[in-house]
């Protein structure tokens, strides 16, 4: 029984020597595996990295381009606004010219009216009833309106009695536009 156990003893370092040997070999082939997948990994780490960094640079362009066209947008809009605000100030302005030309016209169509119904009045009645007889009936009727009533009834005395009911019921009325038809119907 010794002997057998000799031979175990001897077998089992034997068999490590064989085992090792071969494990030797195909540790060394592992090592060799594992550094040339580790360099490929490397590789595509650096490649990943140039291109993460290509994208970042991409991103910070498209980034600053973005900024400078809102900043150019951005000083349209201010450009347009005050453009704008120009314009609304110019209307007020006409506006307010417009109606400052509406009371200066009035003014002096009022004037002038005023010293027309003065010559008027200052005529003789039969002479102004004549004028009048002749003129669009309601021209006639706003000098007719300025005048005193005393002088309107001188002047519809002498005036065609036809010709003076109808000025007279446009008085009236206030209405001017019917003038216009009542002039076509014939009455001077």
Do not use: H, W
């Amino acid at each position: 029984m010794k002997r057998f156990g000799f031979k175990k003893a001897f077998l089992f370092c034997l068999i490590p020597v064989f085992l090792f040997g071969v494990d030797n070999r195909k540790l060394l082939d592992c090592y060799e595996i594992f550094d040339q997948k580790r360099a490929e990994l490397e590789a595509q780490a650096e490649k990943i990295l140039e291109e993460k960094e290509a994208f970042e640079a991409l991103k910070n362009t498209y980034m600053a381009l973005m900024k400078k066209k809102e900043s150019a947008l951005k000083k349209r809009e201010k450009e347009i606004n005050a453009t704008l605000v120009k314009i609304e100030n110019e209307k007020k302005a006409i506006e307010g010219l417009i109606k400052k030309n509406k009371e200066i016209l009035e003014a002096i169509k009022n004037a002038k009216l005023d010293k027309i119904t003065k010559s008027y009045a200052k005529m003789r009645p039969k002479n102004a009833a004549e004028i009048l007889s002749n003129m669009k009936p309601e021209d006639a009727l706003e000098i007719l309106q300025k005048l005193q009533p005393k002088i309107v009834a001188k002047i519809f005395a002498k005036m065609d009695p036809e010709k003076a009911a109808r000025l007279t019921q446009m008085m009236q009325n206030g209405d001017v536009n019917e003038s216009a038809s009542t002039s076509d119907t014939g009455g001077s």
